[in-house]
């Protein structure tokens, strides 16, 4: 049986080497750094199945998950929207995931290579997984941290004049605050998030986290990115390599995962010698466009709102109104 190469050890790739080797699929994994990492991520997922995650042998990501079931949204100070979860989101930190998965990838019998980086190139039998490509000139950046001692019910969503916040808890009763912002050049320095939330209006919250206690370490930051499909061409890719949705649907790491569900028998044909490498490609690309496409174009709609005072202040107004449902349905496959 051929053996399959994945580039990148993030959620995605992780996901389908586990998935892999439940199939009996020779892996190798090549990730440039190690475990375990925090990265910049909202820490929850939302819209993957069940039966899916118990497919790929995921089982755990629900049982050791923080379960939410109720959302709020804000807009500066206000709180405009508190409603319930139209389905489950499961808390949980990418510290701990991508460590857990790492190792049970092992365990199953995979070839793990850390602190090195692989081809991220169109190769048989390779798939990228390397994440969003980096570009130059972008107008975004992405902040993260975790706190204790910090109240919060559900999932809180904070929306200011050029940039939006969520906040999730997660393991060991930490929250993850997680921001996408505007590039604001002139902020630097330490406790850059709260800089950033101050300059965008959120003093409510940035005077929340001074008095919550910030966990040692618990910091990342990424920017010299773009959202939506990535400029990569050819090769077999894999979540935000292929897609980067807009961060305020929450769904991110869920199309991670569905990703690499959507890979897995494909790629096992391959291996298998059932059908070739052009036609493992062109299976992925047609299943990828087909779950992402519809949901990508919403989110890619709705996320310019966020970044205008007009469309702030419509959503603002009509908040109370908003079809929640039918919008959470448009971002996600449930």
Partial sequence: MKTITIIGGGLGGLALGIYLR??????RLIEAGSYPKHK??????????PEWLSEMGLDNIVADSVHHHEMSWWMGSKRVLETPMPTVAWGLSRYQLDLDLSRKFVELGGELILGQRGPAEDV??????????????????GLKIHVAEFPIEGLEMHVGSAGYVGLCEVERQQVNICGLFKVQKELRGKDLLRQYLRANGLTQLEERIGAATAVEGAVAATAGFQLGAQD????????????????????GMSMALESAYLAGRTLQQY??????????????????????????????????LLFSSVGRASLKAAAP????????ERLRRV
Avoid at 42 to 49: D, K, Q, R
Avoid at 232 to 251: C, K, Q, T, V
Wanted: proline share 6%; net charge positive.
């Fill in 22 to 27: 439940r199939l009996e699929v020779p892996v």
């Fill in 40 to 49: 910049v991520c909202g820490e929850f997922i939302c819209g993957v199945s």
């Fill in 124 to 141: 048989p039998g390779t798939v990228i997984g390397v994440g969003k490509k980096k570009t130059t000139g972008s107008d975004w950046i």
């Fill in 232 to 251: 990569y061409e050819g090769g077999f890719r894999l979540g935000d390599a292929a897609y980067l949705i807009p961060p305020f649907s929450g769904n």
């Fill in 271 to 304: 291996a298998r010698s059932e059908i070739s490498w052009e036609q493992v490609c062109e299976a992925h690309e047609q299943a990828m466009q087909k779950h992402f496409t519809k949901r990508m174009k919403w989110a890619e709609t709705l996320h310019p």
């Fill in 321 to 328: 109104v908003l079809p929640i449902r039918y919008l959470f």
